[in-house]
């Protein structure tokens, strides 16, 4: 069955510390990623996608992702994280075009510590 | 207004009552979709709509979930004799074109607590 898994439900960090979120998928066919965040009382916004390109996609808060097809993965990173990045963040597959029936991971808890 | 509204935010229903949520999607947002949301999970797809049509429900986990969006804007979520397993936050998210992909990225709602007793 197709699947997408964080591996890590909580991820503690201290301020400026960099970080990586793990996301890995299962796939036979081609797919198209994508990182929604959702901070505390609010709604799921969408952070960076990969639909074709460049493997490595970044957003305008500094965060990064690489499509790594060999790996089935796409981990999130930053270099170094503010405490206005305490959200939780879910990676998110698409396996066919046209349906827009995404599949979630179960989501990780980034908590950055002052 | 600018964003996907759900109502109510909040709801508490005794165990075999009739519940219907809400979504208010962005204007001229073709494409919309239901998502569950249980405590601890991911988001898992409930169903989609492009305009009134409903094109794919397969994620309704059960003949008590029925949802419709007739006139091709305002959808309702509506779960008949609630149960216990019910309890989750319900998500609704819209995009502009046809299929998430056209533009990789659907607009949430911030979502409809569920709670059944």
């Known amino acids: 069955a197709q699947s997408v898994t964080q591996l890590d439900s909580q991820v503690p960090v201290f301020e400026e510390a960099p970080v990586e979120l793990r996301c890995n998928y299962s796939s036979s066919v081609s797919v198209y990623l994508f990182w929604y965040v959702q901070y505390p009382n609010q709604g799921l916004q969408l952070l960076l996608k990969y639909l074709s390109g460049s493997t490595l996609v970044k957003s305008i808060n500094g965060f990064e992702a690489e499509f790594n097809k060999s790996q089935t993965s796409f981990h999130l990173r930053k270099p170094s994280v503010h405490i206005s990045d305490t959200a939780e963040y879910f990676c998110?597959?698409?396996?066919?075009?046209?349906?827009?029936?995404?599949?979630f991971g179960q989501g990780t808890t980034l908590q950055v510590k002052p | 207004g600018a964003g996907v509204s759900q109502s109510p935010r909040y709801k508490v229903a005794k165990r075999g009552q009739d519940v219907a949520l809400r979504c208010d999607p962005i204007s001229g947002h073709v494409s919309l979709f239901w998502y569950q949301q249980a405590l601890g999970q991911g988001p898992e797809f409930l169903t989609y709509f492009q305009n009134e049509a409903q094109l794919d429900k397969s994620g309704l986990p059960s003949d008590r979930f029925f949802a419709e969006r007739p006139e091709g804007s305002v959808s309702t979520l509506k779960i008949q004799r609630t149960q216990q397993e019910d309890s989750a936050v319900y998500l609704c998210a819209s995009s502009l074109a046809r299929g998430a992909l056209n533009t990789g990225e659907l607009f949430f709602g911030e979502g409809s607590r569920l709670t059944v007793l």
């Open positions: 998110a597959v698409s396996f066919s075009s046209n349906t827009g029936k995404l599949i």
